[in-house]
């Protein structure tokens, strides 16, 4: 195996789990507001938002476990969890850190959603929108690609989605009532 391998493991999910978070954001826009209406399938649409979360948490999972495994830096289980803990760009890693724990709230809610209030699903859900920002903000201060121009243009694309999704929920605030499954 090449010296390199947990590094290139950890930079490739690291950019995948950004990807995916943001089509999750978009995509679950797209089901609150039905923006697509009459084109889009709720069902569909709740069914590809749930796995774009879920694999962005996989993928958060892998870039970390390669970080863990890279002996570069030499990250140990706690700087990975413990917020402030890490020495190497610890602003950046304590923003991923915490964009983790945002990450795995948001997608234990959404599995336990029938058993929360609305109010109390929506504002853990809500949290979101944030997470796709610290989640770009960790990147962009700890990430090694920010000179790399495919990168660049990527985080880009990436940020007008982001936005784009964000606005058209600011003017779109969606129906009232749950999303069905028909």
């Known amino acids: 195996m090449n010296e390199k391998t947990w590094w290139y493991l950890s930079r490739s999910s690291g950019i995948v789990a950004l990807v995916l978070l943001v089509l999750s954001v978009v995509w679950g826009v797209l089901l ?6 009459p084109l889009d399938r709720p069902a569909w649409l709740l069914d590809l938002h749930k796995w774009l979360g879920g694999t962005a948490l996989v993928m958060t999972g892998l870039h970390m476990l390669g970080l863990y495994l890279d002996g570069y830096i ?16 610890p602003i950046a890693v304590t923003v991923g850190v915490l964009s983790f724990y945002v990450m795995v709230a948001v997608q234990a809610t959404s599995y336990m959603r029938r058993r929360l209030s ?32 495919a990168y660049q243009v990527l985080a880009l694309v990436l940020t007008m989605v982001a936005v784009a999704a964000t606005l058209i929920r600011v003017v779109m605030p969606g129906r009232a009532g749950r999303v069905s499954a028909n």
């Open 74 to 89: 030499e990250f140990t289980v706690a700087d990975l969890l413990v917020p402030g803990r890490s020495e190497f760009k």
């Open 32 to 37: 609150a507001t039905r923006a697509l209406k």
């Open 118 to 149: 609305k109010r109390v699903w929506r504002g853990i859900h809500l949290l979101s929108y944030g997470l796709v920002w610290s989640a770009a903000i960790h990147a962009g201060m700890a990430g090694t690609d920010t000179v790399n121009r």
